[in-house]
Nanobody
Framework: HVQLVESGGGSVQAGGFLRLSCAAS????????MAWYRQVPGKEREGVAL???????IYGDSAKGRFTVSRDNARNVLYLQMNNLEPEDTAKYYC??????????????????WGQGTQVTVS
């Protein structure tokens, strides 16, 4: 049973940083892609950063140059380091996992497992 649990959200001032964590269980090596999304009420879910099992990383336009996705394979934790945060980064951030190859796509339907999200507020 795959579970994803996000943590690390909170309130921060513009220009600050946060590191989000996604603790995964129910799988170890048999995954295809893991990703971070964010969503603001009333708007579509937006792909932020993606990590393929081949270590390829893909970033959404809003994240390029400021955010970094990484994974601790030994601990089965996905991270999102967010630097130079802006008020526009305020959203609920979700971790997602695909057990199949996702074609390095942010299409949400390619990800069968989602966490409950963690709120990030930038003022």
């Amino acid at each position: 049973h795959v579970q994803l649990v996000e943590s690390g959200g909170g309130s921060v001032q513009a220009g600050g940083f946060l590191r989000l964590s996604c603790a995964a269980s129910g799988f170890t090596d048999n995954w295809g892609c893991m990703a971070w999304y964010r969503q603001v009420p009333g708007k579509e879910r937006e792909g932020v950063a993606l990590l393929g099992i081949d270590s390829t990383t893909i970033y959404g336009d809003s994240a390029k140059g400021r955010f970094t996705v990484s994974r601790d394979n030994a601990r089965n934790v996905l991270y999102l380091q967010m630097n130079n945060l802006e008020p526009e980064d305020t959203a609920k951030y979700y971790c997602a996992a695909s057990m199949a190859w996702c074609l390095l796509s942010f299409q949400p339907e390619r990800y069968g497992h989602w966490g409950q999200g963690t709120q990030v507020t930038v003022s």
